[in-house]
């Protein structure tokens, strides 16, 4: 049988690696666990009952998860929270950032990043 040219490596095709193993070698995204989707999709929830936030979206990118909410979906995000693993150890994996790029909070733990958007009654002079 006569050979095709260019074709040397016509076997490396049919070579079988693991799934695990190609996960490996390409490099996971980050993503959110289950808990973490739970206390972002609530506080989403809190948002749109309280007519504030319409839309969101969810970015799984080779170093952060970024959870983007919107008020309308035409627009660029009102905030992102974002999960970076890489600063863990230094400032926290969690940030909140305002649409401006403005970081209003960063932390270790999500619950307490997620703070920011808690409403605080506040006692006003008259």
Same mark, same amino acid.
């Given at each position: 049988m006569d050979r095709? *040219? %260019?074709? *040397?490596?016509a076997d490396d095709s049919s070579v079988l690696i693991s799934l695990r193993e190609a996960r490996l070698r390409r490099g996971m995204p980050v993503t959110f666990h289950r808990r973490e989707l739970d206390l972002l999709l609530r506080l989403y929830g809190r948002m749109v009952a309280a007519n504030e /936030? +319409? &839309?969101? #979206?969810?970015? @799984?990118? &080779?170093? +952060? #998860?970024?959870?983007s909410v919107y008020r309308r979906t035409s627009e660029t995000p009102l905030y992102q929270i974002t999960k970076t693993p890489e600063l863990a150890r230094r400032q926290?994996? /969690? #940030?909140?950032? #305002?649409?401006g790029g +403005?970081?209003?909070? +960063? %932390? @270790? *733990?999500l619950e307490r990043v997620l703070a920011v958007f808690d409403n605080k009654l506040r006692v006003v002079a008259e």
């Open positions: 095709i *040219e %260019g074709s *040397e490596n /936030w +319409r &839309d969101y #979206a969810l970015d @799984h990118l &080779d170093d +952060r #998860a970024v959870f926290g994996a /969690w #940030a909140v950032i #305002a649409a +403005r970081v209003l909070k +960063r %932390g @270790h *733990e």
